[in-house]
């Protein structure tokens, strides 16, 4: 027996992708954002998008480039401070947000990727963060109910795999990649470092294969994968 | 950075003590970090995915893969571990996290801190705040006195929408080091220069002023 092979071509994994789709993206800040498979989804335009994410990058990096395009319907963030594009789409009506404390997005993805369908959490309780969600009581105490996220794909950038879609992750750039790689119908990974199937160390993989539908081997980064200079 | 912030960031940096896990909030401070001396024993937790956060890095010495919260590029301790988002907030939640600094819009005499939206002017998200002010075991707060047109930032009652309640602690201005306790702000320290009427009239609550002489940084 050997396992199976899940490369495919950067075009024929982003086609997997329909209009209308709702799309987890990996990355906090640059590290760990999927760039050339996003630089991919512009180049086909796919519309209507939902995107999950945990930031918007910077204005003009990222999933910044979907939204310039016109592409994105919906966005679930904890945070867009760095980008200013973003910001200003939000407020004119451009763009719909959904925000989300960060821990909080980070253990809905989790229980979207576990088969839960939700926990329930004290984050929140006594401000408006907690307002509109339904209250669960435990024990006398009370808690709000998170519901479990999950989407058609997700889209992640691992430092190293192999073509069954093991993954491996760097440093920083780690951050909410395992989760979404867990948390969606259609999980396409890119990495600049593929390697056959056997040549990752087992102890090593942060993500096991199964979880991965589609493995993209890049020949080059993306030139938005490098140190920013502000 | 002015002489005044970098006092108030040195005199927040006493606060930590040996054997403690912290999170240096983004902005004022994660300038903390560079006042720890490099043979402290302390962890410094960064919710992006790291336990064991070092000095931070110039662009020359930077790695694309290592940055911190607020995307500045920083160095990993020998020891250090990286982390998933999930992992990095069940260490929040859990209560593995002994301290928390963290900026802030206003601060209220019972300790509540509002520090994520100014509704119709800014509301870029609460990021990890929330769940930082929350739940690390001590939540202290560093900001200027007052805002840019001079308004107190400490006052009775917090008039936006909160990040938490009741959690802060001990408040590092460029101006003075409050506590908050059960019966309001108590003013402990003076920066150089700053006169109590000075402190007194910046504040918009109620300071309870100690009896004799007021230490200084």
Known sequence: ?230 | MSDARQRMVARAARAIEPGMLVNLGIGLPTRVVNYLSSDMEVGLHTENGLVGVGPTQDYDHADRDLIDAGGAYISALPGGAFIDSAVSFAIVRSGRLDLTMLGAFEVAQNGDLANWKIPGKFSPGVGGGIELAQKAAHVMVLTTHTDRKGNPKLLERCSLPLTAKGSVERIFTDMAVVDVTPEGFALKELAEGVSLDDVIAATGAPLIIPEGDIPTF
């Open chain 1, 1 to 230: 027996m050997r396992l199976p092979q899940k490369e495919r071509s950067i075009e024929d994994a982003v086609a997997q992708i329909s209009d209308g789709a709702s799309i987890m993206v990996g990355g906090f800040g640059v590290p760990g954002t999927p760039f050339n498979l996003i630089a991919e989804l512009v180049r086909q335009g796919q519309k209507d998008l939902t995107l999950v994410k945990n930031d918007a990058n910077e204005a003009g990096m990222g999933i910044d480039h979907l939204l310039a395009n016109g592409q994105v319907r919906k966005l679930i963030v904890t945070h867009l401070g760095l980008n200013g594009h973003a910001i200003e789409m939000m407020n004119s009506g451009a763009l719909e947000v959904e925000f989300c404390a960060q821990g909080i997005l980070a253990e809905r993805i989790r229980a979207g990727g576990a088969g839960l369908a939700g926990f329930i959490s004290d984050i929140g309780i006594g401000t408006e963060l907690a307002e509109g969600k339904q209250i669960v009581s435990v024990d006398g105490k009370d808690f709000v109910l998170e519901t479990a996220l999950r989407t058609d794909v997700a889209l992640v950038h691992a430092e190293q795999c192999d073509a069954y879609g093991n993954l491996c992750f760097a440093k920083t750039a780690r951050n909410f990649n395992p989760l979404m790689a867990m948390a969606a119908d259609c999980v396409i990974a890119e990495s600049q470092n593929c390697l056959p199937i056997g040549d990752l160390d087992p102890d090593a993989i942060h993500t096991p294969g199964p979880f991965v539908d589609h493995v993209v081997a890049l020949k080059d980064l993306h030139k938005e994968y490098a140190i920013v200079r502000r």
